[in-house]
């Protein structure tokens, strides 16, 4: 019997069940999609540090300048160190500034004992390959490098070095770094000399003896290190690659299972309407003896397999579509945090997560109608006198406040694991509140409608003051898109427009110059500073240079930028005090408000920073806002930095150029003050902003591609509701035919309907996404990020946003409508149609 | 004031429904039409109100013949001359029992306050006055019909035409029902066309008329 009721679901349904299935598999398929691209490139990272690593058991680093190549010596002489590689580790720019490549100075002689990969081939290890790769001038390329660069044997590699040209060839592409993206290899010798690190180092790989505890030998080692340079288990950039991005792949992951939940609104509308208009049947089972649990299950099973179906073609779906843009565009989505290529391969366990969310929440909708249909009254589901579920005996407007306040406290919660798990709270809340509040507030806005004149107009709002429940259940999945689709337009509005207003404070100067178009290689020597200084076109410079201070216990390092300071240069800045500190012995530094978050420290306090291989004691004068890193940055004074470590090099130069001359001009001046910079990138201000807006547009457009797949798939619910709705109402319609309406004016009364049901939906999904947005702003950016941001309101793109559903809605319903009105009005009302 | 001549109408080639029937009914008469289930009693009256379309014939009301092939001016005629009562009384769920009596009001573009006003009459008439701000899912079956009764001449149609009003009631439900109907076709002045399959409710009209082999003829 369960088989025929099953079957007899399917057969009456077929199109509205193909939609609700299209919709779940779309939710899950961009939720799959969205987490299989990120655990790919997760996996690559991990795959490309374990290969750099090879054997080793321990890597040691250090600031992005270096440390003392000494370092070495102690710590290979250790009895629990087997064997002991160091490496230079430089990310240098190509000499046409076109991009750049990462460059690894390695002792191949010791290499071989840790990665052998980094020998062409192990059998001719003592042959001649070998001694090329001890060569000077000589690199080996990773495949994929050689591949991107179009470079093999005998090519020549220009890359930049300061401001010169250093111009190696090529000896070969190693085959087995298939695995570790784009890497070229050279003698590190030849790195220290080329990138001016003599003397230094970026990286030691050790391997311990057999039976040593790694955990003990770490701590000793560390004990033994100079302040800035810590020991970590080997391969570490993959969790650490995973640490930074997790804020940012947790909040795309959310917003690809809103579009789920989106969907899942649309299996709860069809459900909802078939159990309605499935009343009378389910009352004679009722009847014949079927127990309330027995009805339960049954509704449970449709409901699961609507899911199941759903989540089986979703995750099909979200595989092909992930492998797909991995192969067409890479993993990085647009947030910059993956850059390398990455095979396909996914996380199963995920994936079988998400679809089991695709189930769950079908099983859920249909447990919910369960609980409505269990309260149903046999007799009266016998005479069939409504065409709706039975309404819910809890009071929808406390529960819905109870849900709007509960939100308050969950966004006090702190960050659990640097996800904004209250913030997410506290928006599945208000959107619950919300989706529950639709009934009643549908009651009460349209309300006024008892007092319209127009019959077509006064019979849409009745329909829709009434609004069955397979209906509300629709609108609520435009409720939940409209809110999302709001939430973010209004958070990244304000984004845009705070990091605007930054960068107009912070990118000041008119122009900017670095050597290199990337990468740390390039920079400028004290010497070649001081002629850009001196030309007449010039009225000032502001020397950059950039470090990476690793602290212990922290997953990523933090940034140094060294430059000049002054109150004009700080309000860019937003710092907090906003004055500059009096005068002092003090070294003070300003610290980006991820730092404030990350480490504890607060304005005014004293703390310790390890520069140059020493600990240095400053004091946070301030908090600023830094758009450009979510992990960590200190500003120190130019002067204090070259004081404390000696070095007066710098990345970039910010230009203040002298009245009356322009960008050109200086440009050609500083090219003539410096002959021998082949490789100098000049960029005006107004370029660097316009590039920067560029650079975050395109980080969200992930994003609004997920929003206007959950807008689609809730406009898809509530049509297909219409759709349903005008179909079960041909009798209707044939009645309002027989009192006089015409064929036209009763679709006029559908796109009145319509209008009403999507301007209900967007209304209320307007006034939940601008409260979800002050939690995204406040809450869910500040504990991701670490970012604060002014709020700021699109009221333009909020307008047509709600234009755009109530008209897609009228249409939707007057399109679905009209297959139902075609019918002939005599046909309509027999008791049998 | 209703006249019918020579209508005819088939659905299937070899089988004719109506052959060629006549029909006049004065103002204020009550005429039933009996016959056997498929005789073409409804299709008669769904022709009379223009809702489909005869092969031949004509149909007249206060003179003015219909003109079939004009869908719109049909349907605005309809609204402003005929009255329906339905066999599953079609009263629309989510509106009032007064909201439902005032319907054919509202499309003819009647005031508010007038809709309000002449709905309440209309309900006072067939006894439902106290039932005017429920739904209809809470009325009986014979309340319903009443209803549908009401809301059939709130408008002072010049034409009613009932179809099996009494099909779904029992009989103390059918004749209540069937004294409203008569009651206020009688007190609108309307000629009123009943068709059924009921000889108890036929027994009540002023004339009975027997539909057989597509041709109309007295019972």
């Known amino acids: 019997m369960l088989r025929m009721l099953l079957a007899g679901m399917l057969a009456a349904n077929r199109l509205r069940l193909a939609l609700t299935v299209a919709c779940i598999a779309l939710g899950v398929a961009l939720a799959g999609a969205v987490h299989s691209i990120h655990s790919s490139a997760l996996a690559e990272i991990d795959r490309a540090a374990h290969m750099l690593s090879g054997t080793a058991d321990l890597e040691i680093r250090g600031p992005r300048g270096g440390f003392d190549e000494r370092v070495f010596l102690e710590v290979a002489r250790r009895p629990e160190v087997a064997a002991a590689n160091p490496i230079v580790d430089v990310d240098a720019a190509l000499a046409d500034a076109s991009a750049h490549v990462r460059v690894l100075g390695i002792d191949p002689l010791r290499a071989v004992r840790l990665q052998p990969a980094f020998v062409a081939d192990e059998g001719r290890t003592g042959g001649s390959d070998a001694a090329r790769l001890m060569d000077l001038r000589h690199v080996w390329l990773s495949p994929a490098a050689a591949t991107r660069l179009r470079l093999r044997e005998g090519g020549k590699l220009r890359l930049v070095a300061g401001t010169a040209t250093v111009e190696l060839t090529v000896a070969g592409v190693l085959p087995r770094m298939d695995t570790v993206g784009d890497l070229a290899l050279i003698d590190i010798a030849e790195a220290q000399a080329a990138f001016g690190r003599l003397g230094l180092l970026s990286r030691i790989d050790v391997r311990l003896r057999p039976g040593v505890d790694a955990r003990r030998a770490r701590s000793d080692i560390a004990s033994i290190l100079p302040r800035g340079v810590l020991a970590s288990e080997a391969a570490s950039t993959g969790p650490r690659a995973e640490a930074i991005s997790r804020a940012y792949r947790v909040n795309l992951d959310a917003l690809a299972l809103v579009a789920l939940a989106t969907g899942a609104f649309l299996a709860f509308s069809t459900l909802a309407l078939h159990a309605a208009r499935r009343r009378q049947e389910l009352a004679l089972l009722r009847a014949l003896g079927l127990t309330r649990r027995g009805l339960a299950a049954l509704l449970a099973l449709e409901g699961a397999l609507l899911g199941a179906a759903g989540s089986v073609a979703g995750t099909v779906l979200g595989v092909f579509a992930a492998r797909t843009l991995l192969k067409r565009i890479g993993p990085d989505l647009g947030a910059g945090y993956f850059s390398d290529a990455a095979p396909f391969e996914p996380n199963m366990l995920a994936l079988a997560a998400i679809a089991a969310i695709g189930v769950g929440m079908c099983a859920a909708a249909a447990w919910w109608i369960a609980r409505a249909l269990q309260r149903m009254d046999i007799a009266e589901g016998l005479r069939d006198r409504s065409a709706d579920l039975p309404r819910s005996s809890a009071p929808a407007v406390p529960i819905a406040i109870a849900l709007f306040l509960l939100g308050f406290p969950l966004l006090l919660m702190p960050p659990a694991g640097e996800l904004p798990l209250g913030g997410y709270g506290a928006i599945g809340a208000w959107l619950l509140a919300a989706v529950i509040a639709v009934g009643p507030l549908a009651r009460a806005l349209l309300a006024r409608g008892e007092r319209v004149e127009s019959p077509l107009a006064f019979l849409a709002l009745s329909q829709v003051r009434q609004l069955p429940g397979h209906l509300a259940a629709s609108v609520a999945g435009i409720v939940v898109s409209a809110a999302l689709c709001a939430a973010m337009a209004i958070m990244v509005f304000s984004f845009r427009v705070s990091l605007e207003d930054w960068l107009a404070g912070v990118v000041s100067a008119d122009l900017y110059v670095r050597s290199g178009g990337g990468g740390e290689s390039g920079f400028l020597t004290l010497e070649e500073q001081r002629r850009v200084a001196a030309l007449p076109e010039i009225a000032a410079i502001e020397p950059l240079r950039y470090e990476r201070l690793a602290l212990a216990g922290q997953a990523a390092p933090l940034s140094l930028v060294a430059r000049p300071v002054s109150a004009r240069i700080l309000r860019g800045f937003h710092p907090r005090p906003a004055e500059m500190p009096a005068d002092s012995n003090d070294v003070h530094v300003w610290i980006s408000e991820a730092a404030r978050d990350l480490e504890g420290w607060r304005a005014g306090e004293r703390v310790t920073l390890p520069i140059a291989g020493k600990d240095v004691r400053v004091r946070v004068a301030g908090v600023i806002r830094d758009y450009a890193r979510t992990w960590g940055a200190v500003i120190l004074p130019l002067d204090d930095y070259r004081r404390l470590t000696g070095d007066t090099r710098a990345h970039d130069l910010a230009v203040h150029l002298a009245r009356g001359v322009d960008a050109k001009a200086a440009e050609d001046a500083i090219r003539r003050a410096l002959p021998g910079a082949q490789g100098l990138v000049f960029e005006e201000s107004g370029e660097l902003r316009r590039r920067s807006l560029e650079i975050f547009d395109r980080s969200f457009a992930v994003t609004y591609a997920l929003e206007a797949a959950a807008i689609a798939i809730g406009l898809a619910g509530v049509t297909s509701s219409f759709a349903a709705l005008a179909w079960s109402r041909r009798r209707e319609f044939g009645v309002l035919r027989f009192l006089g309406m015409r064929r036209r004016d009763v679709l006029r009364m559908l796109v009145l309907e319509g209008a009403a049901t999507g301007t209900l939906g967007a209304l209320i999904g307007l006034v939940a996404g601008a409260a979800i947005s002050v939690v995204l702003v406040q809450v869910v950016n500040r504990q991701s990020f670490h970012w604060t941001l002014e709020m700021h309101w699109p009221v333009g793109t909020l307008a047509a946003l709600l234009a755009a559903i109530v008209a897609l809605c009228a249409f939707g319903a007057r399109a679905s409508g009209a297959l139902a009105v075609r019918a002939e009005a005599v046909s309509a009302v027999k008791d049998d149609a | ?219």
């Open chain 2, 1 to 219: 004031m209703l006249q019918v001549r020579g209508l005819a109408k088939r659905f299937e080639p070899a089988t004719p429904l109506l052959e060629s029937v006549d029909l006049d009914v004065a103002a204020g008469e009550w005429v039933a039409v009996v016959g056997e289930s498929g005789s073409g009693k409804s299709t008669l009256l769904h022709l009379v109100a223009g809702l489909d379309r005869p092969d031949r014939g004509e149909v007249r009301l206060d003179g003015r013949a219909l003109d079939f092939r004009d869908d719109d001016a049909l349907a605005l005629w309809r609204r402003s001359h005929v009255g329906f009562v339905f066999q599953a009384f079609h009263l629309l769920p989510y509106l009032s029992v007064a909201d439902n009596v005032a319907l054919p009001l509202a499309l003819l573009g009647a005031s508010r306050a007038d809709r309000a006003r002449r709905a309440a009459a209309a309900l006072e008439a067939v006894g439902l006055a106290l039932a005017a701000p429920r739904l209809p899912g809470s009325l009986s079956g014979g309340e319903m019909q009443r209803a549908a009764i009401a809301r059939a001449l709130v408008h002072a149609p010049r034409l009613v035409l009932a179809d099996e009003p009494t099909g779904n009631l029992d009989a103390g439900n059918a004749a209540t029902v069937l004294e409203c109907l008569r009651d206020a076709v009688k007190r609108a002045g309307a000629a009123a066309v009943m068709v059924t399959h009921s000889p108890f409710a036929a027994a009540r009209a002023d004339r009975v008329l027997r539909l057989s082999a597509g041709m109309l003829q007295a019972a």
